[in-house]
């Protein structure tokens, strides 16, 4: 144990466990004899398999340890300082707010910022956002989650006062809470870094795929360009001289435009099917920014399956397993993205990702809901692939 090597140049070995307890039993017939019994249930052998456990232990927390410098593993606070290299970060919870909430009661009666109501008796507590005077005995106000993330709170369900107030008498929320997020996963975070490795860069393609990832609600983008004197036709899409052509989903259409003024090489034009005028907000000049926005494809899916007696609803954990992984709500996955074919064989492992033991006998797919093929569906760089629950049949066979 003492000269082993843990860390090579080749990466991070963790021993067998069989090979520390061989070493350990080693040690112990050393120091006590070759003869020594160091059978499990002896109490030297319970000594040993101690001590292995404990060497074994150390090993691999140090292994742990070890990989949190590689960006590819690394979780936690780990990730998010590599993450600090090159300026991004991690996508922080954010509360769910609930707005024009009715507090009534005394009129007069002062309720203070951060009086508290909850979702029922025990349910979420949200916290009032400001003072409220309830003149004329009622008053408008707005609360937030007292925890991040998604936190629920239908209509009509914030009902309970626990922040006792005298002549606080009543509280109720006509509208339901607007959700918030929860933090971004180590697993997601780790991917959209690599997807933003360029983030201090500009001009260069990566450099402005990478910022596009940065803004809030972008979920996938394609970039093209065309570097001619001349209008060409690239993959189907016409981009004028010295141009650049990119396809968004997600985000505003403001906050795209502003992260392509602020990459983009200098003099190169636009294209697409979105024009933004955008300020730039050093000189004040006004740019007409031009994206496009992707032609969403609607895809039907017929799934055969086997399988799956340990589960209630085979039909509907299929449907929704694929639905998850289109969605990009799988771990580690980013699902349907602009420009990206929509492969059978995909949807098939997410199925098998959720529920491991059903088996997927066949997955075809169609674009008009009637010819179904086995093969991929062809996406262009101007369109994305979209998949509804209601657009998937699946058959259960014994």
């Not at 410098?69 to 769910?96: C, H, Q, Y």
């Not at 626990?162 to 509208?175: A, H, I």
């Not at 990119?246 to 697409?272: E, F, T």
């Not at 039907?300 to 709500?329: E, H, I, K, N, W």
Request: aromatic share 6%.
């Amino acid at each position: 144990m003492a000269d082993y090597q843990y860390l090579a140049p080749t990466g991070v070995i963790v021993p067998d466990t069989a090979e520390l307890r061989t070493e350990v039993e080693a040690e112990f017939r050393e120091a006590f004899g070759d003869d020594l019994d160091v059978s499990p249930e002896t109490p030297q052998g319970v000594l040993i398999t101690a001590e292995t456990l404990s060497r074994d232990a150390v090993v691999r927390n140090n292994a742990d340890l070890a990989n949190q410098i590689n960006p590819n593993l690394a979780g936690g606070v780990f990730l998010d300082a590599i993450w600090k290299l090159t300026g991004g970060e991690r996508v922080a919870a954010t509360p769910s707010i609930v707005r024009d909430v009715v507090l009534t009661g005394v009129p007069g009666t002062i309720v203070p910022s951060g009086a508290l109501a909850s979702v029922g008796v025990e349910g979420a507590q949200f916290r009032l956002l400001g003072a409220l005077v309830l003149t004329g005995g009622s008053a408008l106000g707005v609360f937030q989650s007292v925890e991040l993330g998604p936190i629920a709170a239908p209509a009509g369900e914030l009902t309970q006062i626990v922040t006792g107030v005298l002549g606080w008498e009543t509280v109720s929320n006509p509208s339901p809470a607007e959700v918030g997020r929860a933090e971004e996963s180590d697993i997601a975070s780790r991917i959209r870094r690599r997807q933003t490795l360029a983030l201090q860069g500009i001009t260069l393609p990566e450099a402005i795929v990478s910022g596009l990832h940065t803004v809030e609600g972008v979920r996938s983008a394609v970039f093209r360009e065309n570097v001619t004197n001349a209008s060409i036709v690239i993959e189907g899409v016409t981009l004028v001289a010295h141009s650049v052509f990119v396809c968004v989903d997600g985000g505003s259409d403001m906050d795209v435009a502003l992260m392509l003024l602020r990459k983009k090489s200098i003099g190169a034009a636009w294209n697409g099917n979105t024009t933004v005028p955008t300020t730039e907000p050093y000189s004040g000049q006004v740019y007409d920014v031009k994206f496009s926005r992707p032609d969403t494809i609607p895809i039907f899916v017929r799934v055969t399956v086997r399988g799956g007696a340990a589960y209630p609803d085979v039909p509907t954990l299929v449907r929704q397993s694929m639905v998850d992984y289109a969605d990009g709500q799988q771990e580690g996955e980013v699902g349907f993205i602009v420009g990206g074919d929509v492969s059978p064989f995909e949807l098939a492992g997410a199925v098998n990702r959720v529920a491991p033991t059903i088996f997927v006998a066949s997955v075809t797919l169609s674009t008009d809901g009637t010819t179904f093929s086995a093969a991929e569906v062809p996406i262009t760089i101007e369109q994305i692939g979209t998949l509804l629950a209601g657009n998937i049949a699946v058959t259960v066979t014994p």
